[in-house]
């Protein structure tokens, strides 16, 4: 059974099955989805599991799913980190699960994915595609949760939404750091644009193409003095994935069209006119796959960054960016 991500997101009651698939590339939306999971079953308990746990032993997960005793409260049960290999165990679940909620978060599934297939084909289990928000969907956002507050005018929305990089996880920062600063609820343009670091930002800009551009020279060079904010590690790899998924529409348009500068013009939101130069660079470099294996990349170093305060971010993101300029040129 398939739903709608929005629908989703306006309203978890409106999914009645037990097992719940939630496949793609918006972490910030699956995120939320755990977060609204936690406030509505304050009661319950929440198990959380990566796959490679579950393989491993089964037994235990089974029977932490099975043994309900009428003292103990509701459980609810996080499956991260899965892919096909997970889907024997899915089939298992259905035969006896019953009260057990069970969500599986994975990453993007391609249409012949055996384990997006069985959950969207079932009738026992639900599906939900968590793609990536668009331009709209962040001002949505952006109205709901700085509802109230003065000054939220168009450019001041766009800078928010722009500075974004239509990434949910960022957005979700930015707004907080904006709740916190302007305590009066008053939105001031010059204040806003300071508290967001632009100029800051548009340095890793430069930085992230021309990496993605191959340029290893000038890319080793800014890498030599460039010392990263450790604090913004997540926004640097939301800047990097933001680039390649728009690298990823325009190649789908370009096969289509059968041309990358009409390609590039139809693409949304458009391409800044400074930005062209620097995107038909990186169009013909970057296919598919290799956006796919970055975007790959991206998505363990994220899930490390979160696990492990220990690691040194500054060198795990010097060396993927090297390796970018590396796959670039590939």
Not at 143 to 165: A, P, W
Not at 254 to 278: C, G, H, Q, R, Y
Not at 300 to 311: A, C, W
Request: proline fraction near 1%; charged fraction near 30%.
């Amino acid at each position: 059974m398939n739903y709608k991500s929005y629908l989703v997101e306006q309203n978890l009651t409106i999914i009645k099955e037990n097992i719940t698939l939630l496949f793609g590339e918006n972490l910030g939306f699956k995120n939320d989805v755990k977060n609204k999971i936690k406030l509505e079953n304050k009661k319950s308990e929440i198990i959380n599991y990566t796959q490679e746990e579950i393989l491993k032993d089964s037994t235990i997960f089974f029977n932490n799913l099975t043994n309900i005793s009428l003292f103990e409260n509701n459980k609810i049960f996080f499956i991260n980190n899965a892919n096909d290999k997970i889907l024997p165990i899915v089939e298992e679940m259905e035969k006896f699960i019953n009260d057990q909620r069970v969500y599986i978060f994975s990453e993007v599934l391609e249409k012949k994915s055996k384990l997006r297939n069985y959950f969207e084909k079932s009738r026992n289990c639900a599906a939900i595609a968590c793609y990536l928000d668009n331009e709209i969907g962040i001002k949505k956002i952006i109205n709901e949760e700085l509802k109230g507050y003065v000054g939220l005018n168009t450019e001041n929305l766009n800078l928010i939404t722009e500075n974004s990089s239509l990434d949910r996880s960022k957005l979700k920062n930015e707004l907080e750091k904006i709740k916190t600063y302007f305590t009066n609820k008053k939105i001031e343009f010059d204040k806003l644009e300071k508290l967001l670091n632009v100029r800051e930002n548009e340095s890793f800009d430069k930085l992230r193409d021309l990496s993605l551009n191959g340029d290893k020279t000038r890319t080793n060079k800014l890498l030599s003095d460039t010392n990263f904010d450790l604090e913004k590690s997540i926004f640097y790899l939301s800047s990097i994935n933001h680039r390649l998924n728009k690298l990823n529409q325009v190649n789908k348009i370009k096969n289509a069209e059968k041309n990358l500068e009409k390609a590039i013009e139809n693409v949304k939101p458009p391409i800044f006119w400074k930005d062209k130069p620097n995107f038909i660079t990186q169009a013909k470099k970057w296919n598919e796959e290799k956006i796919r294996y970055v975007l790959d990349l991206t998505y363990k170093l994220e899930i490390k960054f979160k696990s492990d305060s220990t690691i040194n971010k500054n060198i795990l993101i010097k060396m993927l960016l090297v390796d970018i300029c590396s796959m670039a040129n590939v």
